[in-house]
């Protein structure tokens, strides 16, 4: 497998200066992938330094930095505080955090991460989990089918869309990405079909991964581990994950719920360190399309 094709690093560049990086630091990628960030990040690391990759998939493994300065976890980001416990490390310079799914994951059309692809309903992160896109289709109720699509996707006629599901179930199981696209072909309309197409297969994804749960364990584990002055850099690629994100940022907890002091100061464990979010230059739209609907926020550990 050739990592270059894996995965193209966004916005690469700016996670590298957000990160801030430190020759002897000790740093870890959360979303190791093709090792595109990662690559770059030991570079610029000493003899003493250290960067920990996690990932969950097979392939991410397999493709893995060969460096002494290097460590694979291949491991849920959820569980960031064991694993650091277990190698002996009580804190990190920085965090990074690509919450973007790989090329690789929508190009692998068998995954059945995309519906440019008949595959399987599969979309497991982790090949070792046992609940499948199929599972869900199949085995939810109505009213949990319009939930996931309602709370994951956006979607304004998530009653429609489970009432459709349910439906059709009843004259055969559902098994395939090719399957399901065309049952939602009608319920979407023509003018949104592959904005929309894309929300769905979005939201069945977070389903199977359970990747908000898990987001808001991973971020609550970097407050601890960071060491003060440590820096968070996390790129996401929708709505749902930027607030919570941003509000971990802006209060410490993933509600928003601000503490302030005597004076009226907030009492969040970190501190922005740019204003605002920041989007991907014309030339990363160019060079990169997945970038398309990224952000990058970037703090630091007080």
Known sequence: ??????????MLEECLEGLNIKENGTYADMTYGGGGHSKE??????????????DQDLDAMEGAIKDDRFTFVRSNFR???????????EGLDGILADL????????????GFSFRYDAPLDMRMNQRASLTAAKILNEYSEEQLADIFHLYGEMKNSRKIASVIVKARQQGEIKTTGQFADLMKPVLGREREKKDMAKVFQALRIEVNGEMKVLKQMLQGAIEMLKPGGRLVVMTYHSLEDRIVKNIIKSGNVEGKTEQDFFGNNLSPLRQVKKGVITPSPQELED????RSAKLRIAEKI
């Open 1 to 10: 497998m050739n990592c270059e094709t894996y995965h193209k690093p966004v």
């Open 41 to 54: 990040i030991v570079k610029r690391l000493g003899k003493d330094g250290h960067l920990y990759g996690f």
């Open 79 to 89: 569980f960031l505080k064991n694993w650091m416990r277990y190698h002996n490390v």
């Open 100 to 111: 973007g799914v790989s090329s690789h994951h929508l190009d692998e059309g068998e995954r």
């Open 288 to 291: 990169n399309p997945r970038s």
